[in-house]
C-alpha cells in the first residue's frame, strides 16, 4: 500500500459510504460528526475516479490538488473503488465504521 502524506490524526472515525449531495451518483466518506456538505469535511470521494484527500482544504478553486487519484471504476458507486480508498485511508489512520 502506497505512503501518502499528511496523516489524520491518529484514530480520526468517518461516515459510511455517503451520496454526494446533489450528484448522488458519487459517493464519499466525510469526518464522522462534521457537515457532509463541506468539501473539506470529505476525505474520499468517488465520480468515476476514486480520490483520497492527501493534503489539507484550503481553497476550493486549487482543492483538485490535494487528492491522490486511483484507477477508474464503473461508477460512484463501484465496490473496488470504494475498497481501494478504504485501503489507503486505514493506511492513512483513519477509522472506517464497522459495518466497513
Avoid at 472515525?13 to 455517503?18: D, G, I, K, Q, V
Wanted: charged residues 20%.
Amino acid at each position: 500500500m502506497q505512503k501518502l502524506q499528511s496523516p489524520p490524526a491518529a484514530g480520526q472515525r468517518l461516515t459510511a459510504w455517503l451520496a454526494v449531495p446533489g450528484a448522488h451518483h458519487c459517493s464519499m466518506r466525510c469526518i464522522e460528526g462534521t457537515d457532509i456538505n463541506e468539501v473539506a469535511n470529505r476525505v474520499a470521494f468517488i465520480e468515476k475516479t476514486p480520490r483520497v484527500r492527501n493534503a489539507p482544504f484550503t481553497d476550493l478553486h486549487t482543492d483538485y490538488r490535494n487528492w491522490h487519484p486511483g484507477s477508474k471504476g464503473d461508477d460512484g458507486w463501484d465496490a473496488e473503488s470504494q475498497a481501494w480508498c478504504d485501503g489507503l485511508l486505514l493506511n492513512l489512520g483513519y477509522v472506517l465504521p464497522p459495518s466497513a
